[in-house]
């Protein structure tokens, strides 16, 4: 193909918008897959995806097209919609020249069409509005051309109106990818350049790299050297996605140089959680089944880590919620594994004091990984914590309660716009622990599923942090020591304490179970003693006996109680610890 008969493009979209279902009637417009296929959603390979009917790693295929006489070859990047997964549309699109932002006829701009916008203007990509759904009853296609000029500032006209269910005017998009989107700028001629933008590993084969080829050819047998590890590969294979994969005897370059925005390459605004094997027997096939599935979402970051508790197991870093639960999934579909997952924490931030304390430590500012290394206030000017800008969108009614469920996560509002009569954009400074666990579901279901919600990093602010001892009869449980927001501490801590009361078994002595700041208790259960009846087996009156099991008994509280040695079963840790 000449280069200028090529398009790269990407479908962005907020979730369940249609993306999928444009791409399938691509992939049907143009011979690609068959009419009557009966497997919906082509690009949706893992079984997450199915099942979830969300899209989670973007897939690419190759698509021919003929217009005004010429054949096209079109190169589709599917992109998810989720927030936690904007890491793999970053990726995508630095493959890309331009875009198809999907936007629902009858929801209008949301969250997700923002943050996506703006990433692709960002990427100074060509782009290409499309209002999808208008077959719907309550389609209102020229409110949403509206809500796209005064957003975006493109003009309505630009706006294709389709119904990617039915398949109307869906070629017209084809036609505008041609004519709107410019042919990559690439060099054949040179030595190969190209990008591995995602990877997956076959049993049979080893690593397969999708890869977007900016300068050179490639062919069956080269060598490869990788620019990042220097190690050198050979090539077994080449082929192109169509949209399953096709083998070829050369791979051109098709797209430009591109500078590989790696968005979230730095684990800085990851969030981070334990995960262990549940039997420690089963370490090393996790550890396999972890390595490979990293393989094909480099997102995720990988360090080993070993508690108290749970034993030998790893730090996994994740973009979020959503991200955690489908890594966790794939980990139990794809290779068969079981693991218990800790609460996700976010990485907080410590600035010391003195010029000594920062040469023990080799830094200005260190990063928090283990709350059990918590410097004490003494050693530091100030804490740390990571905050983000949030995008909420939402129907003008709801907006009330969403303020004060913003409120209440300590957020900042800086911004709220009319995008329309009954549409209000808001934006908030939130903490990212604020967010981390269960802000998405609250504000879906204060607002009957209505707004969404986006976000960006936006550094570090001042925090007023403390650590937390969770104690057993006064004694410190290390596996269990978090680092709250001082305001927060109560709940937090009285929250641990009922959940370790309930997974603790009795025992023949009354365990207290505090939450301590320092010295001071803020919060406290109680586990009763269970009072084991040790005469019931005494029928007679030997009284000596009597006296000698009551001693027992008396003498094995006390050494209980004096050496703090509460018999604590794993599964009380994995209650508390993990995520609910
Ligand atoms: P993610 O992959 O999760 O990001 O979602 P998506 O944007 O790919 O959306 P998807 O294509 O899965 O469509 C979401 C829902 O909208 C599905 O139930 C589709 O059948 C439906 N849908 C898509 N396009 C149309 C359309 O033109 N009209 C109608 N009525 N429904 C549509």
């Not at 006829?105 to 949301?110: C, K």
């Not at 050979?234 to 082929?239: A, I, S």
């Not at 925090?463 to 290390?478: C, P, Q």
Request: aromatic fraction near 8%; charge should be positive.
């Amino acid at each position: 193909f000449p280069v200028e008969d090529i398009r790269n493009f990407s479908i962005i979209a907020h979730v369940d918008h249609g993306k999928s279902t444009l791409a399938d009637r691509l992939l049907e417009l143009t011979g690609t897959i068959d009419k009557t296929q009966k497997n919906k959603q082509v690009l949706d390979k893992l079984q997450v995806e199915r099942e979830r009917g969300i899209t989670v790693k973007a897939q690419t295929a190759s698509l021919f097209y003929s217009f005004g006489g010429k054949q096209y070859l079109l190169n589709l990047i599917d992109t998810p919609g989720h927030v936690d997964f904007s890491y793999e549309v970053s990726r995508s699109l630095s493959a890309c020249q331009g875009v198809l932002l999907v936007v629902d006829a009858n929801e209008g701009i949301q969250a997700q069409t923002v943050a996506n916008f703006f990433l692709a203007f960002e990427a100074q990509l060509s782009v290409i509005p499309v209002i999808n759904k208008i077959d719907l009853k309550n389609a209102d296609p020229e409110r949403v051309g509206k809500q796209i000029e005064k957003v975006f500032d493109i003009p309505s006209e630009e706006c294709i109106k389709i119904s990617a269910k039915l398949g109307t005017n869906v070629d017209s998009v084809l036609q505008a990818v041609i004519e709107r989107i410019p042919p990559p700028k690439v060099h054949r001629a040179n030595p190969l350049k190209a990008l591995v933008f995602d990877s997956t590993f076959d049993q049979y084969r080893g690593v397969v790299a999708s890869i977007a080829l900016f300068d050179g050819m490639l062919s069956k047998g080269d060598k490869i050297v990788s620019a990042h590890t220097k190690k050198t590969y050979e090539v077994n294979q080449v082929g192109i996605l169509n949209p399953n994969e096709q083998p070829t005897h050369k791979l051109r370059s098709l797209q430009p140089t591109c500078n590989c925005v790696c968005y979230y390459e730095s684990d800085l605004f990851m969030w981070k959680s334990g995960v262990y094997p549940i039997d420690q027997s089963e370490y090393n096939n996790l550890k396999s089944a972890i390595e490979k599935l990293t393989l094909n979402d480099s997102s995720v970051t990988v360090h080993r880590d070993s508690s108290l508790a749970l034993g030998a197991g790893w730090r996994l870093g994740f973009l979020g919620l959503l991200h955690m639960e489908v890594f966790n999934q794939r980990l139990e579909q794809e290779y068969n594994a079981s693991v218990i997952l800790t609460t996700p924490t976010v990485p907080y931030k410590a600035v010391l004091s003195s010029a000594k304390l920062i040469k023990e430590y080799k830094e200005k500012e260190i990063t928090i990984i283990n709350p059990a290394q918590f410097p004490d206030k003494s050693k530091v000017t100030e804490y740390l914590e990571p905050v983000v800008l949030g995008t909420v969108i939402t129907p003008t009614e709801y907006t009330g309660k969403i303020m004060e469920l913003c409120q209440a996560r300590r957020a900042i509002q800086k911004n709220m716009t009319f995008i329309d009569e009954n549409r209000v954009m808001l934006k908030y400074l939130f903490p990212l622990n604020e967010i981390v666990v269960d802000f998405y579901d609250s504000l879906k279901s204060l607002s009957s599923g209505y707004a969404s919600f986006d976000y960006e990093d936006a550094g570090y602010q001042t925090a007023d942090l403390i650590k937390m001892d969770i104690l057993l009869n006064g004694n410190i449980v290390e596996e269990l020591v978090t680092v709250v927001h001082r305001e927060k501490a109560y709940t937090v801590g009285k929250s641990i304490c009922e959940r370790l009361k309930d997974s603790l078994p009795r025992q023949l002595f009354e365990i207290a179970v505090q939450a301590a700041i320092g010295s001071k208790v803020i919060a406290r259960e109680t586990v009763k003693a269970y009072r084991k009846n040790v005469l019931a087996k005494c029928y007679g009156g030997d009284i000596t006996r009597k006296m000698k099991l009551l001693k027992r008994q008396a003498e094995g509280k006390k050494k209980l109680r004096k050496i703090g040695n509460i018999e604590i079963p794993k599964n009380a840790f994995i209650k508390v610890l993990k995520t609910q």
